[in-house]
T-cell receptor
Framework: AQRVTQPEKLLSVFKGAPVELKCNYS??????LFWYVQYSRQRLQLLLR??SRESIKGFTADLNKGETSFHLKKPFAQEEDSAMYYC????????????FGTGTRLKVLA | GAGVSQTPSNKVTEKGKYVELRCDPI?????LYWYRQSLGQGPEFLIY????????DSGLPNDRFFAVRPEGSVSTLKIQRTERGDSAVYLC?????????????FGPGTRLLVL
């Protein structure tokens, strides 16, 4: 079955501390992985995708096919990082619809 | 340019009524997706359009749900005989061609409340 698991509903860290938001997936094939973010009262927007291998707002994510994980990391959290984060996968054939995890709310405390 | 827009932003209706939710994708985007997000959950796929045709409607929960995209641009999601369980945020997204490497751009959503 195709599934994305985000085990933490809420993650609270202090400003300046490292952050790691976990994402594991189940998919028979090599999917494309994405992280989307939703700031308060804003729409869902792309944060980064594994194919781009880029760092956005200091965040990075490495696809680990052996562990089927795509964890999101940032070395020093900032208050403006507080938001809802969703991990999503898109398959390699068919309609490329997204399968989302249930999301993790990140709270960065001053 | 303008992003994906959705109307109305909020809709309150009574059980058993019919509702229509509208999505205006980014101009030139041929792929359009509808998702539904219930409280505490991630968005769940409903239906995908490539141009005017519904290429995948496997996510529609039952035959009360229907969607159209007659001219390959604006799409309307239609829900008949609404039930309280239909209450959710309905999201629309579009992408340029509908490949797995493309970013999907989301609208602000329509919050539907069925009383």
């Amino acid at each position: 079955a195709q599934r994305v698991t985000q085990p933490e509903k809420l993650l609270s860290v202090f400003k300046g501390a490292p952050v790691e938001l976990k994402c594991n997936y189940s998919y028979s094939g090599s999917p494309e992985l994405f992280w989307y973010v939703q700031y308060s009262r804003q729409r869902l927007q792309l944060l980064l995708r594994h194919i781009s291998r880029e760092s956005i707002k200091g965040f990075t994510a490495d696809l680990n096919k052996g562990e089927t994980s795509f964890h999101l990391k940032k070395p020093f959290a900032q208050e403006e990082d507080s938001a809802m984060y969703y991990c999503a996968l898109s398959g390699t054939s068919g309609t490329y619809k997204y399968i989302f995890g249930t999301g993790t709310r990140l709270k960065v405390l001053a | 340019g303008a992003g994906v827009s959705q109307t109305p932003s909020n809709k309150v209706t009574e059980k058993g009524k019919y509702v229509e939710l509208r999505c205006d994708p980014i101009s030139g985007h041929t792929a359009l997706y509808w998702y539904r997000q219930s409280l505490g959950q991630g968005p769940e796929f409903l239906i995908y359009f490539q141009g005017t045709g519904a290429a995948d409607d496997s996510g529609l929960p039952n035959d009360r749900f229907f969607a159209v995209r007659p001219e390959g641009s604006v799409s309307t999601l239609k829900i008949q005989r609404t039930e309280r369980g239909d209450s959710a945020v309905y999201l629309c997204a579009s992408s340029l061609r509908g490949t797995n490497q493309e970013t999907q751009y989301f609208g602000p959503g329509t919050r539907l409340l069925v009383l």
